[in-house]
């Protein structure tokens, strides 16, 4: 064992499987582009990146949750929250969209755990 609280080991795996979502998700976009070519390449690349980007950020936040980084607390509450808002703001396909709902969920979880004072004076 690594001596670290269960509870955080838990939310950065979370955050690792969230950040892996999210980088298969930009890879689907990517493919699609490919396969649909012109100007459909063009008007998937942009969120393909921005998707991805934020997949490759949760990477860094998984690493500064495990060894316990006081800058991982917040920048995981962001990128958790920005993953709950992309859900909130694409419910009427989130349901259907089951990478979504991963990401969505599990972001969810991430942040309310993040909140809870006990979790919080870990990182202090």
Request: zero cysteines; charged letters at 5%; aromatic letters at 12%.
């Amino acid at each position: 064992m690594s001596g670290k609280p269960t509870g955080v080991l838990l939310i950065a795996v979370l955050q690792l499987i969230a950040a892996l979502l999210y980088i298969v998700a930009g890879g689907l976009l990517v493919m699609a582009a490919l396969l649909l070519g012109g100007f459909f390449a063009i008007l998937l690349a942009f969120p393909a990146l921005i998707i991805f980007i934020v997949g490759i950020i949760g990477l860094i936040v998984f690493w500064g949750l495990y060894t316990l980084k006081g800058w991982a607390w917040m920048l995981a509450i962001v990128i958790n929250l920005l993953g709950i808002l992309g859900g909130v703001l694409r419910f009427d396909t989130l349901l259907t969209d089951y990478l979504g709902l991963g990401g969505f969920v599990v972001s969810l979880i991430i942040v309310i755990y993040l909140l809870m004072p006990s979790t919080k004076a870990h990182f202090r």
